[in-house]
């Protein structure tokens, strides 16, 4: 080396010091966060797929908890059911004895005090088997409970902005759907949606601009069902965006007000929810109604000999009806068993390939962080001898 102003040798381990750095920052980093990916310059589209898998698997976890709670609630449902099949059977007992003709009516009055304590212990058992705040074997709060949670999926498909809740008065199959016809000019505000159940218009609403605001609000009945549509303040939300809102969210058949409990147990994309959609992710289940009316023991007596043996055909009736509520709830239980199951083996899976994506290799990153420990040893002797070769230049002076 005849040169002493600019020293290429000098200049090229020094390069090669800096970038051996940054490969040895990233191999502590990983080593000591444990993560392959710490952020997105080291790996963006890896980050973004592990991200949602991340979002996906704790999605998937609370599927999970709502399928204990499920079968927490069953347990509960099948306890009270268990309950009321042996008051039944009791009462079926006490008809039989009061029956029969070796049983004077003094008898039997004493006989029906005990029944007529039985049906009213059946009662308090219905009315008081809650869980969470939910009647179980009533049947009158399903509904409100099914709606409620109809309500939700309604809100969780409207366009951000927009709020649709309605209150349940009837049953039946019907789709209400919408259609925004567009202002002619701009600022007319002669915008107007047209609701319809089954393609008959119910209720037409005039005077929407292209962007609606919390002015614009209203209000419709359809089958006995009220609903009310507002946008929240401070939101602009568009009238073919409302309309679609209400096409995707009103949509009922039986099973969404009859009773039934949805819960949400899988996570694939499609979890619109009861009403809204395909609602592949929800479990519907329902418990029967236990009340004395739906058994038809409400009027049952054994005051008589007559009264009993027609007492006795009622509870027959009323002994299948609770065999129903048992099978029902077995199946659901049998059925939330293998979702559960499901939903593990996805939770397993899904965080297999998120640690695929984000996790550190440690023997591999052990490898590279001693190879860069050496290199970075090597590279600085190296330094050292480029910044030595021009001293060499000396000896021509000499």
């Given at each position: ?6 020293n290429?040798?000098s200049l ?6 800096s970038q051996t ?11 000591s ?16 797929i ?6 996906d ?20 449902a099948?306890?009270a059911?268990?309950q009321?099949?042996g008051i039944?059977?009791?009462?079926k ?10 049983v004077n009516?003094?008898d039997?009055?004493l ?5 007529a ?10 009315d008081t ?20 949670a109809?309500e939700?999926?309604v ?10 809740s309605?209150s349940p008065a ?10 925004f016809t567009a ?14 159940v ?6 037409t609403?005039?005077?929407l ?7 614009d609000g209203f ?9 009310s549509?507002s946008i ?5 939300v568009?009238?073919?965006?409302l309309?679609?809102?209400l096409?995707?969210?009103l949509s ?13 147990v ?7 929810g009861p ?5 592949a992710d929800?479990?519907?289940m329902?418990?029967q109604?236990?009340?004395?009316a ?15 043996v027609a007492?006795?055909?009622t ?7 609770i065999s ?30 998120e640690?695929v994506i984000r996790?550190?290799?440690?023997a591999?990153?052990?490898s ?5 420990q ?11 001898q480029?910044?030595?070769a ?8 000499s």
């Amino acid at each position: 080396m005849s040169r002493i102003n600019t020293n290429v040798a000098s200049l090229n381990a020094q390069r090669n010091i800096s970038q051996t750095n940054q490969a040895f920052g990233r191999t502590v980093g990983r080593l000591s966060s444990g993560f392959r990916i710490n952020r997105a310059a080291d790996d963006a589209a890896g980050l973004g797929i592990a991200n949602r898998l991340r979002s996906d698997i704790r999605a998937l976890n609370q599927a999970s908890r709502n399928a204990t709670q499920a079968n927490s609630l069953l347990q509960v449902a099948e306890g009270a059911t268990n309950q009321v099949s042996g008051i039944v059977d009791r009462m079926k007992e006490l008809a039989a004895q009061a029956a029969s003709d070796n049983v004077n009516n003094s008898d039997r009055a004493l006989i029906q005090a005990e029944f007529a304590q039985l049906q009213a212990e059946i009662t308090r058992i219905v009315d008081t088997t809650k869980f969470q705040g939910v009647s179980l074997l009533g049947g009158t709060e399903l509904n409100n409970t099914s709606v409620d949670a109809l309500e939700t999926a309604v809100n969780g498909v409207a366009n951000a902005g927009i709020t649709i809740s309605g209150s349940p008065a009837a049953t039946g199959d019907f789709a209400i759907t919408a259609a925004f016809t567009a202002e002619t000019n701009p600022g007319d505000g002669d915008g107007t949606l047209v609701i319809s159940v089954d393609g008959n218009p119910v209720q037409t609403v005039s005077g929407l601009g292209a962007a609606l605001s919390d002015a614009d609000g209203f209000s419709f009945s359809v089958n006995g069902l009220s609903f009310s549509v507002s946008i929240d303040a401070g939101e602009t939300v568009a009238g073919a965006d409302l309309a679609t809102a209400l096409t995707q969210s009103l949509s009922f058949d039986a099973d969404d007000l009859a009773g039934n409990l949805q819960f949400l147990v899988s996570v694939s994309g499609n979890a619109t929810g009861p009403g809204g959609g395909a609602g592949a992710d929800f479990v519907s289940m329902s418990v029967q109604d236990l009340t004395l009316a739906t058994l038809g023991l409400d009027a049952s007596s054994l005051a008589t000999r007559d009264d009993a043996v027609a007492a006795l055909g009622t509870l027959d009736s009323a002994i299948a009806n609770i065999s129903s509520a048992f099978g029902e709830i077995g199946a659901a239980q049998n059925r939330l068993d293998f979702a559960q199951a499901n939903v593990a083996t996805a939770i397993e899976n899904f965080s297999a390939a998120e640690s695929v994506i984000r996790d550190a290799d440690f023997a591999a990153e052990a490898s590279e962080f001693a190879r860069l420990q050496i290199l970075q040893q090597s590279q600085i002797a190296m330094l050292a001898q480029a910044n030595a070769a021009p001293q060499g230049v000396l000896q021509l002076l000499s």
